[in-house]
């Protein structure tokens, strides 16, 4: 008689997570995560339904990993940003996973606020005392635009190098934007 696998729901999201991490959301299909759990995608199918389902679960986890990450860079913003430098180097498919998706980059463009708990951790942070949400938001998009271009540049150089260069223009472009924040007012939205 075989012997029976338990594979329930958050065995198989725990192995879809190492999948990306791994080799990235695109390598995440049926048959290699049924590779990697040594099973066949039935229980795959039962635990979620659809893949579609499973990949909304792993983007969910994926989120909340970066949220950990930026709020447990502990003072200031730019103890944050490093702690999204940090994700790039160690996480590179989780960072591409919830920064390059469609809807995050279509809410940055539609000038969306940033999630209520990044805005949160935002508020409490003494360098951006006094600004409003309007501002914070504007500081949280340059910045999101900025470490786009890091995430490029470390995914063609992970050297400690690169990672020192990106360490010191995020410094200065986070001191520049938020400098630039507080000075500039607050536009109010037409609408």
Not at 111 to 126: K, S
Not at 137 to 159: I, N
Request: one cysteine or more; hydrophobic letters at 45%; a positive charge.
């Amino acid at each position: 008689m075989a012997r029976t696998i338990n594979i329930d729901r958050a065995r198989i999201l725990d192995a879809a997570l190492t999948l990306v991490r791994a080799r990235g959301i695109e390598a995440l299909s049926a048959r290699a995560l049924a590779a990697e759990l040594g099973c066949s995608t039935q229980p795959l199918y039962r635990a979620f339904g659809s893949m579609e389902q499973l990949r909304v679960a792993v983007e969910e986890r994926a989120v909340q990993r970066g949220l950990e990450l930026f709020q447990d860079a502990q003072g200031t913003y730019l103890a944050s940003g490093l702690g999204v430098l940090r994700m790039i180097m160690d996480e590179p498919h989780i960072f591409a996973l919830i920064t390059r998706d469609r809807a995050t980059i279509e809410a940055m463009v539609s000038r969306a606020p940033p999630p209520q708990a990044i805005l949160a951790h935002m508020r409490g942070l003494p360098e951006l005392e006094g600004l409003d949400d309007e501002q914070l938001r504007r500081v949280h998009t340059m910045m999101w635009f900025f470490a786009q271009g890091v995430a490029t540049l470390l995914e063609h150089d992970r050297s400690e190098r690169a990672l020192a260069l990106a360490r010191s223009y995020g410094s200065l472009a986070g001191a520049a934007l938020i400098t630039w924040a507080k000075a500039e007012p607050t536009r109010r939205r037409r609408g």
